[in-house]
Each structure stands twice: as C-alpha cells, then as structure tokens.
C-alpha cells in the first residue's frame, strides 16, 4: 500500500548492533535524492518531541530511503531506541543540513571512525573511492561486541584497519594507533578525516598535526534550530566563531578548540540527567501493575537505572578514550 502521503516519516527498517546503538532507515525520497555525505537531519519524534540532530549516515537514491545509527544517550534517543520500530512515524525528519563533505582533489585519504563515528565517516569513504582516491580505513571499538559495519566500510577501502582498546579486535590500541601506522607507511597522504567522540578528533588531530596532514573532523556541538539562528551550536575555529550547523559541520582539526567543545557539551548534564529520570519514571508509571518492567525496556526497568553505557563513540565531551562514560 502506498501511504507517503500520511503524515511523517515511515520506518522501513530497524537493526540493533548493541544494547545502546542502532539503525533506522526511513522512507525519505526527496532527502535520499538531496542528500550529500558529511550532512545531517533533525528528527522530531511526536508532537512533544525535541529537535535530534543526527548523520546521515547513508541514502540509497533507488530505494529512496536515508539511514541514520543512533546512540541511545539520553531520554529523547532512549524514546527512539524503545519506540520506533519498522512501521513507526517519525514526525519529521528535516535536512539535508550542513555543508557537504568538500572531496577536492584529494588522491590519497584516510578515513577514520571512532564507535558510532562508522556510521557518519561511511558515506566519505564511499564517495571518496568513487572520486577516485585511494582510501585507507581505520575504525576503532571498545571492544569486538561493538564492533558493526565492519565489511560494508571495507569495502569501500584500499586498505583496512581495525582497532580495539581491549585488544579483542585488530590492533589492541585506539584509533591513534592505526593513524600511527598509516602514516608510517604513507609518506603522501593529502588529508586524514577523523569522526567520532570530541576527545577522539582531538587525538587525532594531534597526531597528524607534526607531520602537517590536512585534518578534517565533524563537530557535534548542541544545536537548536539548525539553521544559523540560535546560536547554540558555536564552535572556536583559530580565532573566529562559527555555527557547526550551517557552516559545519566538519572544520580544520587543528584550529578547533576542542576544550571549549568539551565543556559546552558539559553545560546541561544536569538537566539532560532530570529529562532522562522524569521520562524513565512516566514509563515506569505507564506500565500495568503485574506486568514485567524489564520485557518493556531498558529504560521501564526502575529508578536503579541511570543514563545508559555508552561506547566509543558517543557524541558527548565526557566520553574518556578507552573507558565507558561515568567509569
Ligand atoms: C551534527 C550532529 C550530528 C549528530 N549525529 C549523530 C548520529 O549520527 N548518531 C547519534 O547517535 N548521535 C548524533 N548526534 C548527537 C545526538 O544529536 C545527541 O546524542 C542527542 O541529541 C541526545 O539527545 P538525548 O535527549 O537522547 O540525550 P541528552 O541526555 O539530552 O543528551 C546526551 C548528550 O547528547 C548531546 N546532546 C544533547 N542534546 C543535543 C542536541 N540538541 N544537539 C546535539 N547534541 C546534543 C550532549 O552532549 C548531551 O550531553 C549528532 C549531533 C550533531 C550536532
Ligand atoms: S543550531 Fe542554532 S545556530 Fe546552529
């Protein structure tokens, strides 16, 4: 049946990687053919929803859907994670935002995904290899559990790299490792492209910074309207300020200020934490008496459960490389 014309977004399909991090794909002709690598949407899920920045993480113009792979990192990502199944609405999915990923002339790139930041660096990596250049990869996990994507990023690299803290997967090491051993053994890498967790393109940033590497990273400040209006979402860029939202949201990696990143993301913890506690009890108190509170959800299973665990690559400034948030 043909139901586009109902209002919102439709789910088509939902995978889960982990007990935090999962995939939607929504029914989205006009953004799939729109979209770009390197851009963004906002979600709303219902009428009382917050605006949710998140990557496109990939389009499939034929079929004429976007993916996006979420970390549930709080309440309204925790909403998502327990209600949208295949068949859900969202109520709006708005973009594409952002710049589109500059390819240039690039021959040589290195890609790097730090957790989630698979999902976001994907499409590069793919739009690099059809541009012609010559792709290294090199994603990292915690550990092998973690681990997704792995063969559909391979795929679209010359060569492959692949990290974990624990050891359980590829290097024992963190991404720097992999960047480490992709610069030894290329002395012409044009540019290096780092997403995951601020603490992650930080590192990275540094690492490429003495051998003058060109660095790109995607910044994830806390953003409002989206479009250059509220001014939520600033970034230090050197000297200058900018709005990741529309003219992000990738900058140079060595003229950001990632400290500053840092602690804006820090700034509503508390408030972020009351959202998350007062959503979790209004579950709690939705369920019938006799029923099972952990068959209805992570977050229906009782005031003992604080924020979620989150991996590697959680879009939140406390992340602390090699360690679960709040460990
Ligand atoms: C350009 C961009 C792309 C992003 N892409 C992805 C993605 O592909 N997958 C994914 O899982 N997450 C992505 N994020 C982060 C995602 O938007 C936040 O995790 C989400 O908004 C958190 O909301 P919450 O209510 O679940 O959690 P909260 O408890 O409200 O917040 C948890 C943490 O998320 C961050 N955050 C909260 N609100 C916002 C906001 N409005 N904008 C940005 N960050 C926020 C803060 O660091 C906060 O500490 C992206 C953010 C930006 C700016
Ligand atoms: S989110 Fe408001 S200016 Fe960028």
């Not at 290294?136 to 973690?146: P, S, V």
């Not at 290329?186 to 290096?192: E, N, P, T």
């Not at 140079?252 to 007062?278: C, T």
Request: hydrophobic content about 35%; overall charge negative.
């Amino acid at each position: 049946m043909d139901n586009r014309h109902e209002a919102g977004f439709e789910i088509v399909a939902r995978e889960d990687f982990s007990d935090v991090t999962f995939l939607l794909e929504i029914d989205h002709p006009l953004m799939a053919k729109a979209a770009r690598p390197g851009q963004f949407v906002i979600t709303i899920l219902h009428d009382h929803g917050e605006r949710i920045p998140l990557t496109i993480a990939d389009f499939d113009r034929e079929r004429g859907t976007v993916t996006l792979v979420i970390q549930a990192a709080g309440k309204s990502t925790r909403e998502m994670q327990q209600t949208c199944r295949v068949g859900t609405r969202l109520l709006s999915v708005t973009g594409p935002m952002g710049e589109p990923t500059d390819l240039g002339d690039v021959r040589k790139v290195v890609l790097v995904g730090g957790g989630l930041g698979v999902a976001p660096v994907f499409p590069q990596a793919r739009a690099y290899k059809e541009n012609g250049a010559y792709v290294i990869g090199i994603i990292g996990f915690r550990t092998k559990e973690l681990v997704f994507w792995e063969d559909k990023f391979k795929a679209c690299c010359d060569e492959f790299i692949i990290c974990s803290d624990d050891g359980s997967v590829g290097i024992k090491g963190l991404v720097t490792e992999g960047i480490k051993r992709a610069i030894r053994k290329h002395g012409d890498i044009d540019r290096l492209v780092a997403i995951g967790p601020p603490i992650m393109m930080k590192a990275a940033a540094e690492t490429t910074r003495p051998h003058g590497i060109e660095t790109v990273v995607s910044l994830n400040p806390i953003m409002v309207d989206g479009t250059g209006m509220c001014g939520g979402c600033r970034v230090k860029i050197g000297d200058g300020i900018k709005f990741a939202c529309v003219d992000g949201p990738e900058f140079d990696g060595h003229e950001v200020d990632f400290d500053d990143l840092m602690n804006r993301l820090q700034r509503y913890k508390a408030d972020e934490k009351l959202a998350f506690e007062k959503w979790s009890e209004d579950c709690r108190q939705q369920l019938p008496e006799d029923s099972d509170p952990a068959a209805a959800g992570p977050a229906a299973s009782g005031p003992e459960r604080q924020q979620p665990q989150v991996d590697a690559g959680m879009f939140d400034g406390t992340y602390r490389m090699g360690m679960p948030k709040g460990k």
